[in-house]
């Protein structure tokens, strides 16, 4: 059975749209260290383009695309198994079902992947999954204790410290009740691939390049240019003051003109 040894890229050959027609985007790469993002109106086959990314399709899902390693396309031999941990999919609508205590959870994780250091490693995905958060997660809480947003924080720190994925795939995001700008900015420290389904501008314009999806087909490939880098900037004030506002309201503040003149 063939086993990947070092992944530095993976692809996707284009296959048909909702109407049987090819895809205009015959083929799209993404390199390790790389953040990318999948956008496009509700419909139009994002959810579908990272679910083929997670299946690691070759011509057997319904858009009939196929994933390629290294720019080369699996035999048909080729199984992933779990000691490969290629890709990790976190959703808007992950839930815990265990009844472990947090700091039991991640130590039987990382004991099973066989992580060096385990007391370090745990220590990292918390401090990792803090900072994602509005209020911290303690480690003696249940994991059906968490409330939504801690634990798409933990989900998204465990795959990237502990079961050490090299493809991250990451679906809307923004609806978690997570900091998202500090994912990006936590997640740009690892030489992993990120992929974002997002409705967000700030994540769009801040990742490397975006695929526009339409009719459930790649439409188009585009880089994040400098033009649009300087305009992520506007973006950040906005941003910025509607996040500022959220938490004057989360704190029970009466919101004045002067909070959006401050």
């Known amino acids: 059975m063939e086993k990947i040894v070092r992944l530095e890229r993976i692809g996707i050959l284009g296959g048909y749209d909702k109407n049987g027609q090819p895809e205009p985007v ?21 959810t579908t383009l990272i679910k083929d990314v997670e299946l690691l399709a070759n011509k057997n899902t319904p858009s009939n695309r196929t994933i390629t390693f290294n720019g080369i396309v699996p035999s048909e031999e080729y199984c992933p198994v779990p000691s490969d941990r290629l890709i990790a999919l976190i959703t808007q609508h992950t839930n815990f079902l265990s009844d472990m205590r947090v700091k039991d959870f991640l130590v039987t994780h990382a004991s099973i992947r066989g992580s060096r250091g385990e007391n370090s ?134 919101i004045t003109e002067f909070h959006l003149k401050e």
Do not use: C, W
Not at 26 to 40: D, H, L, P, T, W
């Open 26 to 46: 015959r083929e799209v790469e993404f390199n390790m260290g790389q953040v990318a993002s999948i956008v496009g109106a509700t419909g139009s086959g994002k």
């Open 121 to 254: 490693v745990v220590d990292e995905t918390l401090m990792f999954a803090n900072q994602l958060t509005g209020e911290s997660i303690d480690t003696a809480n249940v994991m059906t204790e968490l409330s939504g947003g801690q634990t798409r924080a933990l989900m998204i720190a465990d795959a990237v410290v502990i079961g050490e994925s090299p493809i991250i795939l990451l679906d809307e995001i923004e609806n978690a009740g997570i900091h998202r700008i500090k994912v990006l900015e936590l997640l740009k420290q690892y030489k992993k691939i990120f992929i974002f389904v997002t409705h967000d501008p700030r994540i769009t314009l801040l990742s490397d390049f975006r695929i526009v999806m339409k009719n459930g087909a790649m439409q188009k490939v585009i880089a994040t240019n400098g033009e649009e880098k300087k305009v992520v900037e506007q973006v950040k004030k906005i941003d910025d003051l509607l996040l500022r506002l959220r938490a004057y309201i989360r704190n029970g503040e009466i």
